[in-house]
């Protein structure tokens, strides 16, 4: 396994001090750079993980944050921090673009080849960035087929990729198919991959913790989204030396 350097960052954004993980890769010169946007409830270290993993494929990756350090346990406050956040797509462009400054930021990193993948309200924050305009190379979503405001992704200049459970209550089929409109008559290069009897948040291995109805871990589904999202970055930003690591982080 290569060895990868990591350490945390602390930057302002949305009026809270946010907390980011970033991952470099083993060598020296510019690489290609990846954000990485957890699900709601927080960054923790599973999601820390996903940044280590890209860096040993050879991406700088920042696992950034999105609620001020903190680690929701109870859904219900999860849901009342998240809620407001989803609804203003300023406000996650916003925190988008706080993690994308500091990812700029490392002297490691390409400034011209950044791809945004996240997860649920990450997922979100990475479509709003390709909606205002950001000169990305590659946008991957999990369980974040949101819509944006009218005409806007019209500005998206990257290829998408989006993927959703089948039986994920919060993005239902409506959703998708919202969704799916948007970037088509956008003309937007996009993909739409639903995974057959997954939930919502199937990405995300079991943690001690309350979880929402409709929520729910499927391992298999778990690793062909993450080999899609690593096929994705192969395609459209390639690492132009040999690495390894494919395998989802381990819970």
Same mark, same amino acid.
């Given at each position: ?16 001090? /946010? ?24 960054? &923790? ?17 920042? %696992?950034?944050?999105? &609620? ?9 406050? /999860?849901?009342?921090? +998240?809620?407001?956040?989803? %609804? ?46 950001? &000169? ?6 999990? &369980? ?19 993927? +959703? ?8 089929? %409506? ?7 948007? /970037?088509?008559?956008?003309? +937007? ?8 009897? %997954? ?15 409709? +929520? ?25 030396? =040999?690495?390894?690591? =494919?395998?989802?982080? =381990? =819970?």
């Amino acid at each position: 396994m290569t060895t990868v350097e990591t350490r945390t960052v602390e930057y302002p954004a949305d009026g809270l001090t /946010m907390t980011g993980h970033l991952a470099l890769p083993a060598g020296a010169g510019l690489r290609p750079a990846v954000l990485v946007g957890p699900e709601g409830t927080g960054l &923790n270290d599973f999601q820390r993980r996903r940044a280590d993993a890209l860096a040993e494929l050879g991406y700088v990756a920042l %696992a950034f944050d999105i &609620n001020g350090g903190r680690w929701f346990t109870d859904p219900e406050k /999860m849901l009342a921090h +998240v809620t407001p956040l989803l %609804a203003d797509p300023d406000r996650m462009r916003d925190i988008g673009h706080a993690a994308l400054d500091v990812l700029r930021a490392e002297p490691r990193t390409d400034p011209d080849r950044i791809a945004a993948v996240g997860y649920g309200t990450g997922g979100a924050i990475a479509l709003e960035l390709g909606r205002d305009g950001v &000169n990305l190379r590659a946008i991957g979503t999990v &369980n974040a087929t949101t819509t944006g405001r009218p005409g806007e992704a019209a500005r998206i200049r990257c290829p998408v990729w989006a993927g +959703v459970g089948s039986e994920d209550p919060i993005m239902p089929p %409506a959703q998708r198919d919202a969704f799916a409109a948007e /970037m088509q008559a956008a003309g +937007v290069d996009w993909r739409l991959v639903v995974y057959g009897g %997954a939930l919502h948040a199937f990405h995300h291995p079991p943690v001690d913790q309350a979880v929402l109805p409709g +929520v729910g871990y499927h391992p298999r589904h778990a690793q062909r989204a993450w080999r899609d999202i690593v096929g994705l970055l192969a395609e459209c930003l390639p690492v132009t030396e =040999s690495a390894t690591a =494919s395998a989802l982080p =381990s =819970s």
